[in-house]
């Protein structure tokens, strides 16, 4: 079992920055954040492998969005530059605990373990 807490989130404006954490309560395999906009659907923005520090992002995420982790701290990050209004959405963080058999780590079904979500809201 592994608890989930997302925090960091908040207003901020256009081109600023917000950084997320997530600490977890337990091991994990695999993190990842997602967000949802209201009215639409649960996106993926990016994943870390816990051991090894490998990411992977949403291509249209990539370079504006990092993904990090300290292990000491069981805690994962998700740092946030030159946000846009089009970023304001709920994101949550998930966790694996182990890989699963043609799931798509990029898919939302691949993570047993949610946040609660922290809301981002960015002004134009």
């Known amino acids: 079992q592994v608890q989930l807490v997302e925090s960091g989130g908040g207003l901020v404006q256009a081109w600023g920055s917000l950084r997320l954490s997530c600490a977890a309560s337990?091991?994990?395999?695999?993190m990842a954040w997602f967000r949802q906009a209201p009215g639409q659907e649960r996106l993926f923005v990016g994943y870390?492998?816990?051991?090894?520090?490998?990411?992977n992002y949403a291509d249209s995420l990539k370079g504006r969005f990092t993904i990090s982790r300290d292990k000491a701290k069981n805690t994962g990050y998700l740092q946030m530059n030159s946000l846009k209004p089009e970023d304001t959405a709920v994101y949550y963080c998930?966790?694996?605990?182990?890989?699963?058999?043609?799931?798509?780590?990029?898919?939302?079904?691949?993570?047993?373990?949610w946040g609660r979500g922290t809301q981002v809201t960015v002004s134009s």
């Open positions: 998930a966790a694996a605990t182990t890989a699963r058999s043609y799931v798509a780590a990029t898919s939302a079904a691949s993570y047993g373990y």
């Open positions: 337990g091991l994990t395999f695999r």
């Open positions: 870390i492998t816990w051991n090894t520090g490998i990411t």
